[in-house]
């Protein structure tokens, strides 16, 4: 009973949709919450929880997920330069959101970013928002372990940070480029001036609501942006924004979007000049090559360096451009010159996600996560789907899934 109000009492304070976690998190932060407070009761937890803020706060910080690191996906930063580069007001600061910023990785990373592509500390400043004030006081901390630093590029780290007791820190002159605080996305009292920002990352936070609070949210980001200004989202967050007046800002991997309005002007640096049209969709891509289970696939395409990379950028572009029977009959040349991977059948899954091809979307996704199991897009757009499709079950099996690849990558 008191599980069920917990997870209203949630949704209806920071939005978290308990369908799209697995269930034993929100038992577990309340477990954990009830020991912390010493009250056996659910009742009586329930009595504090609900009149106390502080103990409001305490199982939010116990409840929300965390994950994040230094650069997740690179493509991202990139954007995010190309587009301040292209949209520069002389005489004004650009100002970066991260909202949520979580432990703070994703803020230090913009700053990182913008430092590389040649910008002085009076150029920008960077602001992290993030509903729990466990993750803001450590942010602020700014001591780093082994999990904010992944994949095989570190060498930012060597340039950026110095080594402390108990990891890294971001050198002062990255620091004191961002400031962060502690607000809730939904909490209208929180005041920030409309308009405030150029940059607003929102990643990984959508995935976690229903769909009613991702159009509030997205409303709420489009408030926040300045016309013409970028979002960027997660992977698995990349068909909504489009569908709540944002437009794709057409950069390959990178999940960025546009706020749409009469004075959004993209110079041409912005937007790549149109691609030659393919020839037409075909029906279903043909397997004509035996599928090899592989486990090794990087869960993000890098930039284009070889034919096959190229080719599933403009797979992806297409996509993002919202040329979707290009970006599936794309997907099928490529699959027979290049064979079947995780990567075409994700990004073909993607296209028919946003077609409104439901079924072949889950077929795709499913093809993806037999050559992939631990593709974790694939995981979380798969649940997503399946969800809105009403089965519950499976879009929990899914997230279950997800939750135990997370904690795996989490472990030392
Ligand atoms: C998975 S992390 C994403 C961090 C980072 N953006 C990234 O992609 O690496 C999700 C974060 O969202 C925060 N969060 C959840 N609900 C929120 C809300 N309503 N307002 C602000 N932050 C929220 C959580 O505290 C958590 O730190």
Not at 4 to 13: H, K, V
Not at 54 to 75: C, G, K, M, S, Y
Not at 83 to 88: E, L, Q, W, Y
Request: charged content about 25%.
């Amino acid at each position: 009973m008191i599980t069920a109000d917990i997870e209203r009492l949630l949704r209806d304070t920071i939005g978290m949709n308990a369908d799209s976690v697995s269930g034993s998190v929100i038992q577990f932060a309340l477990k954990q919450r009830m020991a912390a407070t010493q009250i056996a009761e659910p009742a009586a937890y329930w009595r504090l929880v609900t009149e106390s803020r502080h103990e409001l706060q305490e199982l939010i910080n116990a409840v929300v997920i965390p994950e994040t690191w230094f650069f997740r996906d690179r493509e991202a930063f990139a954007a995010m330069v190309r587009h301040v580069r292209a949209n520069r007001r002389p005489g004004q600061p650009i100002r970066i959101l991260s909202l949520p910023c979580s432990t703070g990785e994703e803020p230090y990373s913009a700053a990182m970013a913008m430092f590389d592509a040649g910008f002085s500390r009076l150029d920008f400043r960077v602001e992290g928002i993030d509903v729990s004030t466990r993750n803001i006081a450590e942010a602020e901390r700014a001591v780093f372990g082994r999990n904010s630093f992944r994949g095989e590029d570190l060498a930012f780290r060597g340039r950026f940070c110095e080594a402390v007791p108990g990891g890294y820190r971001p050198i002062a002159a990255v620091r004191e480029q961002v400031t962060f605080r502690a607000a809730n996305l939904f909490d209208v009292a929180v005041p920030v001036a409309p308009e405030s920002y150029d940059i607003v990352f929102c990643r990984n936070l959508l995935i976690y609501f229903d769909r009613t609070r991702q159009e509030r949210a997205l409303g709420r980001l489009r408030q926040l942006l300045a016309p013409g200004g970028m979002l960027l989202v997660g992977p698995a967050e990349s068909s909504l924004p489009t569908l709540c007046g944002f437009v794709s800002a057409r950069m390959p991997m990178a999940f960025a979007f546009l706020k749409q309005s009469a004075e959004t002007v993209l110079r041409p640096e912005a937007v790549p000049p149109p691609r030659a049209k393919l020839p037409p969709r075909r029906s279903a891509p043909a397997v004509t090559r035996p599928i090899q289970r592989r486990r090794d696939i990087a869960p993000h395409l890098d930039a284009a360096t070889d034919p096959a990379k190229t080719s599933l950028a403009a797979i992806e572009r297409a996509a993002n451009a919202g040329q979707l029977n290009e970006a599936k009959a794309a997907a099928g040349q490529h699959i027979d010159r290049f064979g079947p991977t995780a990567d075409v059948y994700y990004l073909l899954g993607l296209a028919h996600d946003a077609a409104g091809e439901p079924a072949l979307a889950i077929e795709n996704y499913r093809k993806t996560l037999y050559l992939a199991p631990d593709h974790r897009e694939t995981l979380a757009h798969l649940a997503l789907l399946l969800q809105r499709q009403g089965d519950v079950t499976s879009a929990k099996m899914m997230n279950n899934r997800l939750a135990r690849i997370e904690k795996r990558s989490r472990a030392p």
